[in-house]
């Protein structure tokens, strides 16, 4: 292979070398000096592209050319984002070029006129390769197949390839400003057209293209002008005559599939009408007048498309359809907005104001009486098709069905007001009949655009949702076939059904509650009194669907009579069902979440069995052995375990003290200690369970809490005192491997034990309770759990998996410690987070300790006690000192380690007590260390690809910028002065200099990610606003004046004038995150593009220009 194709074929083959060698052959150009002495060129993307079209044709003419289409594909495509390129921005890269020459050729830079040249030549190159890509497009003879093979005569004649070169020919006129694009249109391809001398798939495909790259943010300016002054003749003498051609070609001979040459035209000439008409806003009520002085009618024309049987044609037409629609509905809000405006402004404004306005009314007011003609139109032009969908679906064509019943869903989508109104020309019966035969139909997909469409319909139609219900109750049993079936095919079921089906049965719901309980309640009945076969569970489980999926909207209800009288049905008849159906893992997980919605409600029954009856069933779940169903346990995203958990909580929550029994609560306790008994439960699930067990239990009398929370712990504390004796034997042993489950194992039960403190102290009873007595209850279950957790803080702090558990404990225990009467157990609870601190031996070891320091921090940082500030500044300092151990074992930056980990606990200090923040440092080193190392780290955590450390880094410094502002110098003494003025200087010149330059540049230059732009704005102007103009002039300068920044000196004029208005003014806040946002915004384009002059620019400086 030759050195073009070769490097093709390299990339293609995904090799780095090939691939980087293509992205910055696009990107630069090099100078060759050396090849010809004395006379230089300069290689870029136009001169390896004319190599490779070169080497094409030779491999051709060779007849070796069978295997290049993947090449030619991906020249095709790379060279449609050169040509993005405006040529003003291929002269800036050839004059980089010369000013990267190094210093042996400076002799040749000094020559002008060869510069010059060197310019000259590359444009030359570029008009050169794009007058080869428009004799290649425009040949005839590479728009047709070898019709013996069905093959493709050359790698030219590849349609993606062939649409890829109409793309390029687009863009480069695109790029090359208005002039260019009118005269491609009107001065080659109209004519072209007229004459019949073009094929026509070349035409509609760049004419396409050139409506695609015009609605781009880099195109130049008055590129939109262009393109709505050349609509009508592009319209009525490309687009359509192109489009009923291929229409009428397309299916001739009755063939029943496959695509074809017409049917691919006919395609791109919908999608260019669907752009062309984006572009310009133009809608169905405007498209059908341009086209009225030809003897096409479109709207006709649009709805024959309907019935090619092209995939790709039916749904680039629905694609249209939905477009001039979008359109035309959002010229009737404007309509209507112009409406209420003049009726509010009579007797306000002027006559001339009110003409205007009269007459604006008027113009967009001829789309009010056209567009229900014209959605009749398409309500019955696609009714028509519930035909064809059955012949469809009767051959097995997915693809076609699909594109029907997207159509239809548009239809009724943009019809569904005129129904409801009864305005509607017609009927819409067809429309809605093709529909339900969508939702019938076997493919999840097909049936979920009938779904979703329908479902907008059914709440204001209790006709429509009564007809509709037993459809989507068929449809949500799950398929037989699909239960042991490993292809991916179940996932797509549950996907569809938790999430399009639940919301269709929600709108029936909506629109015929009383029969759709109804009809629930007798599904249930029936399935529980049926005698067992193996399809009657999914017939159960589905019933129960249903009603999950309604319970949000249900529960709500002022009135819930009738939904408690058919729950008490449903829950009768669950008591009753067969064992065989009992057992089944799904109806047992689904009748726990039917329980879980419907908890709250059940205690306002007339009777207190439906509520027994639902805890025995969420009781029993624990008790079931399910390992005989395999796979069936963990259908969805759920485990019938956890559903029985969280069921249960929610019964205990909702009525705690009908569970105050003695066989009630020996249920529970059976249920608690499960997983002791070899029964294998999840601790998510098992914390669940206590969140109910301590509401019953806050029911108690308060002198039984102490008792009761013992007994709740008492089999945790044991489990811990057993595993961690098994974790030391095997860490003395050295067995690495086999110590993880134990380590676990650990984690979970100190997990249980936060769990008890935080759900008894957050418990909720309709009686008065003092906190105090929650907390006297909960300090022995400390006491005498301290031992053990002491000897695995000092043994495992090296595993992030139990120091993350201890860190969770340590931090809900502080709910203990309110006042200085609880200062002990604070100081024990320090201990053993120091202890765990510095014996970690890695940064994610130590990072889930520092939530602990942070939430002490935040609770008492504000308090005047030496000794809580002592606790304070010794916690900041161990983190401090393990963390940087931690980063030189590691091999980490130790300024962005501590970044990442410390500045979520140390914005918490920055509010409660900056002072100590300020002056905090270890012996013997300066004051202000830990703050002088964070400022040091913020640049690079800015740059950080974690948006979670962007975000972190933000709050801090925002909270830091507060905290110097809450700070009163003159308040302080001479000392402490002495402390603070250098590390309140050095902050001030850092937020001026490195982060200032880093947050502008990384939010105007489109760099970091878009939800944190609007937090960076709003630094960027807290910084700005106590700063002297002449202080941050120099930084954000050098932030607008990098490479990254591609908007231009207009924007950059317009935007650093806006930066100074910050500072001399109050600028509001909203309007400046707009600023950087819209700068964002521009940025996100092609990098081989250009930006600057072109619509975007002049619109942003327009409107954020001082003197508009």
């Known amino acids: 292979m030759s050195h073009a194709v070769n490097a093709l074929d390299h ?6 070398q090939g691939l980087a060698f293509l992205e910055q052959t696009a990107s630069l150009y090099v100078l060759d000096a050396a090849s010809t002495p004395g006379h230089p060129t300069t290689y870029g993307w136009w001169n390896f592209l004319n190599d490779a079209l070169n080497e094409v044709e030779r491999y051709e003419s060779e007849g070796a050319a069978s295997n290049l289409e993947g090449h030619v594909r991906f ?20 004059k980089i070029c010369f000013a990267n020459a190094s210093m042996t050729h400076m002799n040749l830079m000094a020559n002008a006129q060869l510069s010059q040249s060197l310019v000259g030549s590359n444009a030359e190159l570029r008009e050169r390769n794009m007058g080869r890509i428009a004799a290649i497009v425009f040949d005839w003879s590479f728009h047709r197949t070898n ?12 349609p993606v390839a062939m649409e890829q070169f109409c793309g390029v020919l687009a863009c480069n006129a695109v790029s090359s400003g208005p002039t260019a694009v009118r005269h491609l249109v009107t001065d080659w391809i109209v004519p072209g057209v007229d004459s019949q001398q073009l094929p026509p798939q070349a035409v509609v495909a760049i004419i396409l293209h050139i409506s695609v790259e015009a609605r781009g943010k880099g195109c130049p300016a008055g590129t939109k002008d ?9 319209c009525k003498s490309i687009i359509g005559p192109i489009l009923l051609e291929s229409l009428r070609e397309g299916d001739e001979g009755g063939s029943s599939g496959g695509e074809n040459i017409n049917h691919r035209i006919a395609a791109i000439s919908l999608r260019s009408l669907e752009s062309w008409c984006r572009a310009n806003e133009i809608g169905a009520v405007k498209l059908q007048k341009i086209f009225n002085s030809t003897n096409i009618n479109i709207l006709v024309t649009i709805a024959d498309a309907l019935y090619s049987n092209s995939e790709a044609v039916i749904d680039a037409v629905s694609e249209l359809i939905d477009t001039l629609l979008q359109l035309d509905e959002r010229e009737a809000s404007i309509s209507q907005g112009l409406s209420i405006a003049q009726s509010l402004m009579n007797g306000v404004m002027s006559d001339t104001g009110l003409n205007s306005l009269d007459l604006a009314r008027q113009i967009t007011g001829e789309n009010d009486t056209a567009r229900p003609r014209i959605l009749s139109e398409f309500v019955s032009a696609v009714g028509l098709q519930r035909f064809r969908f059955s012949e469809r679906q009767t051959k097995g064509d997915v693809s076609v069905c699909r594109c029907l019943a997207r159509t239809a869903a548009v239809v009724l989508t943009h019809a569904q007001d005129l129904i409801k ?6 009927s819409p019966d067809g429309l809605l009949d ?12 097909v049936c979920g655009i009938a779904v979703e469409a329908l479902t907008n319909v059914a709440p204001s139609s209790a006709e429509l949702s009564t007809k509709l219900l037993p459809f989507l109750q068929g449809k949500a049993i799950i398929p037989f076939h699909l239960i042991e079936n490993d292809d991916g095919g179940l996932e797509e079921y549950i996907n569809f059904r938790e999430r399009v089906l639940a919301d269709g049965l929600a709108g029936c719901y909506a629109g015929c509650n009383a029969f759709f309980l109804q009809s629930c309640s007798s599904a249930i009945e029936e399935f529980c009194q049926a005698s067992p076969t193996s399809h009657l569970p999914y017939q159960l489980e589905a019933a129960l669907f249903c009603m999950v999926a309604v319970a949000e909207k249900a529960v709500k209800a002022t009135d819930k009579r009738d939904l408690c009288t058919q729950l008490e049905r449903m829950i009768s008849a669950l008591a009753k069902r067969p064992s065989t159906t009992t057992s089944h893992p799904l109806v047992t997980m689904k009748a726990c979440r039917f329980v879980n919605k419907y908890a709250r409600v059940l205690p306002l029954c007339e009777t207190n069995t439906a509520f027994e009856i639902a805890s025995e069933l969420a009781i029993n779940a624990f008790n079931q052995d399910l390992s005989s169903f395999g796979s069936l346990q963990s259908i969805g995203d759920s485990s019938p375990l956890s559903e029985a958990a969280n069921a249960l909580k929610q019964l205990l929550c909702s009525s705690p003290a009908l569970f105050s029994s003695p066989a009630a609560l020996s249920a529970l306790e059976n249920a608690w200690k499960a997983p002791y008994d070899s029964k294998r439960i999840d601790v998510e699930e098992r914390e669940m369970l206590c969140s109910g067990l301590c509401a019953v239990l806050i029911s108690f009398p308060p002198d039984q809490w102490t008792a009761s929370v013992d007994n709740l712990a008492r089999p945790v504390i044991a489990c811990l005192n057993i595993v961690s004796k098994e974790s030391d034997q095997i860490m003395g042993k050295g067995n690495d491997e086999s110590v993880g489950p134990i380590l676990i194992r650990l984690s979970n039960e100190i997990r249980l034990l936060a769990a008890i403190v935080h759900n008894f102290m957050k418990a909720k009873t309709d009686k008065a309770i003092d906190d105090r007595d929650r907390r006297k209850a909960l300090i022995p279950l400390l006491h005498s759990s301290w031992p053990v957790l002491t000897h695995i803080g000092d043994k495992c702090a090296s595993h992030t998996v139990v120091t993350s558990s201890i860190g969770k404990l340590l931090t809900e225990s502080l709910l203990l410690v309110e006042s200085e009467e609880e200062l002990p157990l604070l100081n024990e609870l320090v201990a053993l987070a120091k202890t765990v601190i510095t014996k970690s031996t890695s940064s994610s070891s130590v990072a889930p300790m520092l939530t602990f320091v942070e939430q002490v921090v935040d609770q008492h940082g504000t308090k005047r006690n030496d000794a809580i500030h002592n606790m304070i500044k010794d916690l900041i300092l161990v983190s401090y000192e393990a963390i940087l151990s931690s980063g030189k074992a590691e091999g980490s930056e130790h300024s962005q380690l501590i970044a990442a980990t410390m500045f979520k606990m140390l914005s918490s200090c920055a509010k409660r007590c ?13 004051s202000g260390e830990v703050i002088h190392c964070c400022m040091e780290a913020s640049p690079q955590t ?5 948006p979670d450390a962007i975000v972190i880094t933000i709050r801090f410094l925002a909270m830091l910028i507060s905290a110097l502002k809450s700070i009163s110098l003159e308040s302080l003494d001479d000392g402490q002065k002495q402390l603070l003025v250098p590390v309140i200087d050095y902050i001030n010149r850092s937020f001026r200099a490195e982060i200032l330059i880093s947050l502008v540049t990384l939010s105007c230059c489109g760099i970091l990610p878009l939800d944190a732009v609007t937090d960076f704005a709003s630094l960027i102007q807290q910084i700005l606003s106590p700063s002297q103009w002449q202080d941050v002039e120099a930084s954000i300068s050098a932030a607008f004046c990098t490479n990254q920044f591609l908007l231009g000196d207009e924007v950059k004029t317009v935007a650093i004038a806006t930066f100074k208005r910050c500072i001399e003014s109050k600028y509001p806040a909203s309007t400046f995150a707009d600023m950087i946002t819209d700068m964002w915004n521009m940025h996100q384009t092609d990098d081989t593009g250009a930006i600057a002059g072109g619509e975007a620019v002049l619109q942003f400086v327009k409107k954020f220009s001082k003197d508009r």
């Open 942 to 946: 800015l740059k950080s690809n974690e």
């Open 11 to 16: 990339a293609l083959r995904a090799d780095p």
């Open 75 to 94: 020249l095709a495509t790379i060279t449609r984002r050169v040509a993005r390129r405006p040529p003003s921005s291929d002269r800036r890269l050839v």
């Open 914 to 926: 900056p002072l100590l923040l300020l002056t905090i440092a270890r012996d013997g080193k300066e």
């Open 147 to 158: 019709s013996s093979a069905g093959h493709p005569t050359s790698a030219f004649s590849d």
């Open 226 to 234: 262009v393109i709505s002054s050349l609509l009508p003749s592009v």
């Open 421 to 426: 109104k009864g305005t509607l020309e017609g």
């Open 434 to 445: 093709l529909l339900f035969k969508a939702v019938a139909h076997p493919s999840v997909y």
